[in-house]
């Protein structure tokens, strides 16, 4: 991810975490030998390219993110073969699935080693040149170097690793053209706390101490979101919101990982049955949101309304 890992690994919480506002102050680095958060306070992830390689896709979790977002993409964003912004572009995952099916991708990820992956995947998918562009930059510096207007902007697990996530919304907002998409995913706050007390953490949940630190390689997200910040500061950006889906809204919780190929079937199941039905989804590790900016003020219909296609618009 871009400024997010395009990792899960943030599956066990970093003890003595502290909050996203003391983080974004050590922006000047740690003497533990972290690395430093960026001049906006986010964190970024070079060198642990490798490690969030492993921690993700080489384990269930991984596994079972992809296929859930291999099945939800498709159902919650109008997919025409538009080009699309990668925002927290990370190793590329999500870019490649974009690229196999026929969309132009601009891939921003301002960790270099987490780009030069990317690259290196994309290009032995054999993909051509003029169909993929690569910015090693944050989300503040796309309004000069990306601005489009873009017919559909995506951007999954950046927003819990930033300083100030409700500003990030406005400038993905500023991002999109009229009538355009955005697929969002955030690290679920309600989730982490839920996920806390199951693992005996009462003290981290009763205080409310979720947040971590950004320090040397702990993956607890910075600024974990609730659903009420999403919606509230989607809502202040002019962003109507057209579905949510829960993203492994039962395996984070398990006892005991499946232990044959017929249980994790059965688990398979339960995630993709229950995944976008309330209260179900709320419980996801990460929140899955398709966002749409409303037609310009002059009243020109969205393309879903059947209004004027704004792809031949944007950048390619």
């Known amino acids: 991810m871009s400024q997010h890992p395009t990792s899960d690994a943030a599956v066990t919480p970093a003890a003595g975490s502290v909050a996203a506002s003391d983080a974004a102050a050590s922006v000047a680095g740690h003497a533990s030998g972290g690395a430093p958060l960026s001049v906006h306070g986010d964190r970024h992830f070079d060198g642990l390219a490798d490690k969030f390689s492993a921690s993700l896709y080489g384990h269930l979790r991984g596994e079972l993110r992809l296929s859930l977002l291999d099945r939800l993409l498709p159902e919650m964003l109008d997919l025409e073969g538009q080009p699309v912004l990668d925002v927290g572009a990370g ?143 989607t809502e202040e950006a002019g962003l109507r919101c057209e579905g949510v889906a829960g993203i492994r809204v039962f395996h984070d919780y398990l006892r005991h990982p499946p232990q044959n190929d017929k249980e994790l079937d059965k688990l398979v199941a339960l995630e993709h049955a229950y995944c976008r039905l309330d209260p179900h989804w709320r419980l996801g590790r990460y929140l899955l949101y398709t966002f749409r900016r409303p037609a310009d003020p002059e009243g020109r219909p969205s393309p879903r309304d059947g209004g004027a296609d704004t792809r031949e618009e944007t950048p390619t």
């Not at 697990?157 to 053209?177: N, Q, S, T, Y």
């Not at 409310?208 to 919606?231: A, C, F, N, W, Y």
Request: glycine share 8%; charged share 25%; aromatic share 4%.
């Open 91 to 233: 190793l590329g995952q999500q870019a490649q699935w974009f690229l196999e099916r026929g969309h132009a991708v601009t891939l921003a990820e301002p960790a270099g080693e987490m780009l030069d992956r990317a690259r290196e995947a994309i290009d032995a998918q054999g993909v051509e040149a003029s169909r993929v562009r690569y910015l090693t930059s944050p989300l503040q510096d796309l309004a000069g170097e990306a601005p489009g207007p873009w017919p559909l902007v995506v951007c999954h697990a950046v927003l819990e690793w930033l300083g100030d996530p409700r500003a990030a919304i406005d400038r993905l907002a500023a991002l999109m053209a009229p009538g355009a998409q955005l697929s969002l995913m955030v690290f679920n706050r309600d989730a982490l706390r839920l996920s806390n007390v199951v693992k005996g953490n009462l003290d981290k949940a009763l205080e409310d101490r979720l947040e971590g630190k950004g320090q040397r390689q702990r993956l607890t997200p910075i600024s974990p979101l609730t659903h009420d910040q999403v919606m509230a500061w």
